[in-house]
């Protein structure tokens, strides 16, 4: 079990342009999310896939995010345009329900800072 | 619109002492809590879960109480060590549904030797 991986850990970018940040979930896990993390904030919800199928998106999720699952394995999430209040950690995190339950299992995030 | 308050926003607490952690929520559908510790420059690390069918969930040094009809949880960490020092928050979900997480503003932790 590798955990959660995330691509790249940092990213600095000037605004307007297009940014796309990779997770590779847990091998068995086929549920899938992304959260944004802003200073002094808990994780919010961004969008949330099951296998390659993405079942919903936050109104956070502006029309300049987008994002993918397209074999039911890794996802990618790009913004377009990049805004200055895109400045956040992004995390991804993956989960394989058990009854009742569904534990999610964190990524390190993605850092991205828009100059 | 905050489903889910974590009112502490930092506790210190003595080495070997108990650590309590406090977390609110409104929404009464929650079903499932879960508690996570988030150290700088890391993704959130999984600690403990509740379901709403238990009032009580321990592993190890880490417990997890529910009040539902107060709509409360807390952590209760024992014995407290420097290494617990961190961000802790407290989530929670309806197991129908979206299964997205809902998370607390978080309470850092500072242990002091």
């Known amino acids: 079990d590798t955990g959660v991986s995330q691509n790249p850990r940092h990213k600095i970018t000037k605004r307007g342009q297009n940014v796309t940040f990779r997770c590779d979930p847990i091998s068995e896990h086929n549920r899938l999310y992304w959260y944004r993390q802003t200073l002094g904030q808990g994780p919010e919800f961004l969008t949330y896939f099951q296998n390659e199928a993405q079942l919903e998106k936050s109104r956070l999720l502006s029309d300049r995010f987008s994002a993918e699952r397209p074999k039911g394995s890794f996802s990618t999430l790009e913004i377009q345009r990049t805004e200055q209040g895109d400045s956040a950690m992004y995390l991804c995190?993956?989960?394989?329900?058990?009854?009742?339950?569904?534990?999610?299992?964190f990524g390190p995030g993605t850092r991205l800072t828009v100059l | 619109d905050q489903q889910v308050k974590q009112n502490s926003p930092s506790l210190s607490v003595q080495e070997g002492r108990i650590s309590i952690l406090n977390c609110d929520y409104t929404n009464s559908m929650f079903d499932y809590f879960l508690w996570y510790k988030k150290y700088p420059a890391e993704g959130p690390t999984f600690l403990i879960s509740i379901s709403s069918i238990k009032d009580k969930n321990e592993d190890g040094r880490f417990t997890v109480f529910l009040n539902k009809s107060a709509k409360h949880l807390s952590l209760h960490i024992v014995p407290s060590q420097p290494g617990d020092s961190a961000v802790y928050f407290c989530?929670?979900?309806?197991?129908?549904?979206?299964?997205?997480?809902?998370f607390g503003t978080g309470t850092r932790l500072k242990v002091l030797a």
């Open positions: 989530a929670a979900s309806t197991t129908s549904g979206t299964y997205k997480y809902i």
């Open positions: 995190a993956s989960s394989l329900p058990r009854g009742y339950t569904d534990t999610q299992y």
